[in-house]
């Protein structure tokens, strides 16, 4: 079966450093992979997609980025943290083609401080 | 206006009551559709797909109006384990959109 892993669960961090979280996926092959934001109270803001090695789509203008170093492993990084970034990050896949349902990982709990 | 849009809740309802929640959504384009729940501080966990034809799983039942632009989702025999927010998603093929989800407390 299929497993997502997300670490760390939860991060505190100071305006101006940087960031990078990590996300794999466990038991399938060429996944698409998916960050989101969800700003407390707020819905899920979907970040990057990638459908590939080293292709990575960006839906939202920010100080974030994600990279796909490997088939399964999904980064998603920042130079310099600002307040706004605080919120709950999570990393989704779903199978490249056929089945739509997108799996969540735990997600990292951000607080900009 | 918003892609997917939902009633914020809460729903509060007592046990063994039926429930329903309705979410609309803008762009006809839109292929697939699903309900999705989320407990407090925890992520979205997949709940159901949603069919033209309308599903059933156990005591939930989801269904599709493509001319109308909406899905529901009914929660029949509401028991306290179902207190949580339910999430509505849209997708194309590859984007999903999601509701900002609609809160449910079911009350003993």
């Known amino acids: 079966s299929q497993t997502i892993h997300q670490w760390p669960a939860t991060l505190v961090q100071p305006v101006g450093s940087p960031l990078s979280l990590e996300c794999t996926v466990e038991?399938?092959?060429?996944?698409?992979l998916y960050w989101y934001r969800q700003a407390a109270g707020r819905g899920l803001q979907l970040l990057f997609y990638?459908?590939?090695?080293?292709?990575i789509s960006s839906e939202v203008p920010q100080n974030l980025s994600a990279s796909r170093p490997q088939d399964r492993q999904f980064i998603l990084s920042s130079k310099k943290l600002l307040l706004s970034d605080s919120g709950f990050y999570l990393c989704?896949?779903?199978?490249?083609?056929?089945?739509?349902?997108?799996?969540f990982g735990p997600g990292t709990r951000l607080t900009v401080t | 206006r918003k892609e997917v849009e939902q009633d914020p809740g809460p729903f509060n309802v007592p046990e063994g009551a039926t429930v329903a929640f309705n979410c609309t959504y803008s762009n006809s384009a839109s292929q697939s559709f699903f309900w999705y729940r989320q407990d407090c501080r925890k992520e979205p966990k997949l709940l159901m797909s949603?069919?033209?034809s309308g599903n059933e799983d156990g005591r939930f039942t989801a269904q599709l109006n493509r001319a109308s632009q909406y899905i529901s989702l009914l929660i029949r025999d509401s028991k306290l384990s179902d207190s949580a927010t339910y999430l509505c998603?849209?997708?194309?093929?590859?984007?999903?959109?999601f509701g900002t989800g609609t809160r449910l407390k079911v009350l003993a």
């Open positions: 990638s459908v590939g090695i080293g292709q």
């Open positions: 949603v069919y033209s």
């Open positions: 989704a896949w779903n199978l490249r083609q056929g089945a739509f349902e997108q799996y």
């Open positions: 038991g399938t092959s060429n996944p698409n």
């Open positions: 998603v849209c997708s194309g093929t590859y984007k999903y959109i």
